[in-house]
């Protein structure tokens, strides 16, 4: 398939819809100030192909995309251990629900909620230099040095109460091993790393090639079952509240965050990442998701 | 790939652990009495191939499996307006918590929830005899005479309390159009169809087909882009509250019963029926599951 | 203290507010059709003193106040027996909320949420007719006929729908002993006693006596203990979700009805009735709490 | 009636339940290392008349006691506004629950419960120096100095994740002015607050006064209106979930701590103040409770 002509059929179809409707994140000021209406689009084939139209080359705040690296790590380290703390289950809830913390005693659904996240970051605590190495990670993955944003990272740190309740939360049902304010700083680092879509396209690369590094050489990044278990989350938790909606009209895995960037998978064939910041109720990019449905609609790929 | 001896193979492994664990569900004397110690699996490709094995022609009550469907039946008689009130994410909740429906004014999360089903056969009962037109269906899916077990019928709705409520519930926020008791009766004699493995896995045919009739020749059941609709709702909302953990280690779009039965299906290959009736934790049959991991470990087949 | 005055007074103050807030209950038409600009009120003390002003002869639907006395029939009847069935805590919710009946097990926290109450008609039936028996005490009580107005009960029944849910809700828990029918059928009758505010000041004479009859000469209702306990839960729980707010800004025990009724205790010295239908936000009579708040400024009576 | 003759019997009848049944809390060590087996009683009338019995002389943790003082101050610093942040309503849940702080926005339903009492600590942060002020206050209740215990102080301080939870999620919805620090350092040590029965009983003295200081002389505490008020929030919701029970079974105001102290008042007669350390299942004093109930036998003393 000639996928070049595609990316760029989309971008062609979303342009006129830029800055109509959505809501550019506002919780923080270098979110609530990139401007709406950017589109961008890249992916990479599991043999190497690459394509990419719009703004693809624009760096922007990954967000909760982070939530799917950081779990990779974690699981390649820690292996099913990891799942004590963490559930497996769609959320059924707004992200940051406290309501679910408390039924199940501090233990959060999955790791692509908030609370989910923050224990992933105090497990990553456990070894070494969590933030350094998360950046090593990252940068091996895309092929190029990646960085924190440290104005986003201190913005979130100063105004992320409802994420401090969060982790004060799953701490008081002994949940959380390492103290609050660490863990919230690898989080809202995490939260913070700036990349782009090519770079996003690059770095999924493993999820649509049973785990191995996505430029190829270095050593596996997970195992295969671990991809596909990856993958499987992704779906079923991977847009906040509209994980099902996003299963129902896209049917791929994605990861998406509220900067406006959604990464998904084709498995076995290969990863795209969109980018438009204005997001939709849900809190997910709304040309981003438009612009998956149109590419699943265009190729025919979808995991179902 | 040659199935039978595969399906013998699961079937050996797992006759030993009959009886080990799980529970039949016990809430009616109908399901109560079924003997715990029993196995079926059967297999269809879309080219028609069939194999299966142990107890695959022993009858059992469908339950749940039902919700499927009806839910067919419901998306192409009445397409997308039916998603006016029926949802289609994950529940995060007990299957039949009346919480959400409450939260949500009487909108279920989704068509495979007790109250969804409910709010699907209320949709069924707008046109013609529903209960007769069920029966026609699932009897031209699976090529032979297909029947309700009127015991069993009459058994749920003389204990269903809590579907009763449901649907009172919903009555109540106006989402219900007919009278609760019609409406119950259509639903109570859908989870008592009774059919074997080789049945179910020859009726859900269509959702590996892109919604063509599983035994050819008749018209399309539904559409490519509506079977892959239902194959997304049954992975994320197929198996109550074990939907994530099932999606994460099998992988497959699947539809459960506490009749002990599953119905999961490999797009563009082929579609499986499981049943054991001892059921898990999640009112999943325990190695019903455990046969379709088998069966994905043993052929890597799976939509990640 | 001269009443009489007192009531006139509050009468002269609450008549030019008629008709300007509030809202009648509407969900079935004998209700609905009640013109709201009325105000009644009456009292009597415990030595038999009576005063009434306003509308205070006219018959209105006591609906939930109803439940103070099909309260106090059972816990005669059944003394402590009654409380493995009803909780006695502040519901914290709305009047009709299934959340916390799933929370415990089918329990209602109290007798006066609806749930609640549906328990305690289900209790009623274990003896004798249970209508007949209620009209009998609501007449002795009262020193005249009292009876239900049929089209309400009927009405009643024909949109109960969500008390159709909590009673088969309870019945799934086993908390309910009837069949659901007879038992709404007793619920809904007793919701459509019709009485005006002098009949009901009468009835609830023994709340201020003690537990003797309000009219003398009869055997006492219930003893000095069970009394106390009935004005307890009225002040806890009598004024659906605003019963905080309502001991907070009155201090006095009251139960409310959706006809907009409320009955008050000052104990050991009068019961007071009024009535007005226009409904604040809590589903109490917006001018009949009016009108308590400046008996409890005028008097000063107040249990705090 | 002769008090201190009464307090003897319930003294007496207590002593041999002690260390019976019942839980010292244990959540930090100066509280877990308080000998179980204490009981005091002490009593102060409107008039001045003092009696007490037991261990009536020996300081405990009043912790949440304490939010009855606070309240106090917050009433008559700022006046109805106080009501903006906080509500009056039973809360229908744990005490602690967040829960239905994210159904209210962050508006805790009332001054008792952490959440409310937190609420209260950043309201007194706006003026002066509030630990200072509080200690000044309780001081010139008790007629003599009291202390806070900064070793329990710092323990709930390096332990108390779930009231930074609770903070830092109101905070999150604005309703929390000052830093989460701060306001947790004031509710921390107003937890800490050391005091004996004797001292308790006096210093509640202004809630039976109509608001007139305990020891006379110095201005009113606050007003009579304001009195009843908080007389009618201790009754609803002044020992935890248990606030029904509690005025169904005792019928007086009353505020306990997990210090196993309690506070009741009887309006226009006394204040009481009973400490055994062992709490039952909802965080009330066991026998503390049981002694109430036993004077309110003695006596025929209770609201209703």
């Known amino acids: 398939m000639q996928f070049q002509p595609i990316l760029d059929q989309i971008n062609d179809e979303i342009r006129p819809l830029l800055g109509q409707a959505g809501t550019v994140a506002s919780y923080i000021p270098a979110l609530a100030r990139v401007p709406a209406a950017q589109f961008g689009i890249a992916m990479r084939t599991c043999e190497g192909e690459e394509a990419c139209a719009g703004d693809a080359a624009t760096p922007f705040s990954i967000q909760s ?31 940051n629900s406290l309501v679910q913390l408390e039924n199940e005693q501090g233990k959060p659904r999955n790791p692509f909620i908030n609370a989910g996240a923050i224990a992933v970051a105090d497990r990553l605590l456990n070894d070494g230099d969590a933030q350094r190495d998360l950046l090593a990670f990252m940068s091996s993955l895309a092929g190029e040095p990646i960085a924190f944003d440290e104005e986003v990272a201190a913005s979130e740190a100063a105004t992320g109460y409802r994420n401090f309740a969060l982790a004060n939360f799953m701490k008081s049902f002994g949940k959380i091993d390492h103290d609050v304010t660490p863990v919230l700083d690898m989080y809202f680092h995490q939260c ?27 050593p596996a990044v997970c195992t295969e079952r671990q991809t596909r278990r990856i993958n499987a989350l992704m779906l079923t938790c991977g847009t906040y509240d509209a994980a099902g909606d996003v299963a129902f009209s896209i049917g791929l895995p994605c990861k998406s965050g509220v900067g406006g960037g959604i ?39 979808s995991v179902f």
Chains 1, 2, 3, 4 share one sequence.
């Open 263 to 301: 990464v998904a998978v084709v498995p076995d064939q290969l990863t795209l990442a969109v980018w438009s910041p204005a997001l939709d109720a849900t809190g997910n990019s709304l040309l981003g998701l438009k612009a998956l449905e149109l590419f699943v609609a265009k190729t025919g790929l």
């Open 65 to 95: 995309i982070s939530k799917l690296f950081t779990l990779t790590l974690a699981m390649r380290r820690m292996g099913e251990v990891l799942w004590e703390r963490i559930g497996r289950e769609p959320s059924g809830n707004p992200f």
């Open 192 to 218: 913070a790393l700036r990349m782009n879509c090519v770079q996003l396209a690059r770095a999924a690369g493993f999820l649509c090639r049973d785990g191995a590094h996505p430029l190829g050489g270095a």
